[in-house]
């Protein structure tokens, strides 16, 4: 009996530290600066398996990265090169609940995928991809 209780006790500490884990890792991505909401679907081969994960998006000076909202990884799940990502189209959704939501349709190299976003992102997402790298100085005639 006492064997069992100490595994329910490790059991739950394990759990604690995974939950705790997850919470200081969502909040600290979240508050990274030039992040953004971004929910998205990678399409695959199979369109019923493409998902939507909620997450966020972060800018840097030659690539996003996007950020599963829930995943205990302490990397981001995807990189996109700001140099092989486009914007293919952007619908407006309809939806009650989420007022001013885009769906934008975005190819990078061979693989499409879907990122919602509100108005105020899709801007800045779309401006980002549009200027030329802070590191990169291209002369004004």
Do not use: K
């Not at 006492?2 to 979240?30: E, M, N």
């Not at 599963?68 to 995807?78: A, E, K, T, V, Y």
Request: with cysteine.
């Amino acid at each position: 009996m006492r064997i069992l209780l100490w595994c329910v006790v490790g059991l739950l500490l394990v759990a604690l530290v995974l939950v705790t884990w997850g919470f200081s890792r969502l909040r600290a991505v979240s508050r990274l600066a030039f992040s953004f909401e971004a929910a998205g679907r990678m399409s695959g081969r199979d369109e019923s398996q493409a998902v939507w994960h909620a997450g966020f998006a972060v800018y840097r000076d030659d690539r996003i990265d996007w950020w599963r909202s829930w995943s205990l990884r302490p990397r981001p799940q995807h990189q996109w090169l700001r140099e092989n990502l486009t914007i293919v189209g952007r619908v407006e959704l309809a939806d009650a609940a989420a007022p001013e939501l885009w769906l934008v349709q975005c190819l990078y190299e061979d693989t499409t995928f879907e990122l919602t976003m509100s108005v105020g992102a899709y801007s800045g997402f779309s401006s980002w991809l549009e200027s030329a790298p802070p590191s990169r100085r291209y002369p004004v005639v």
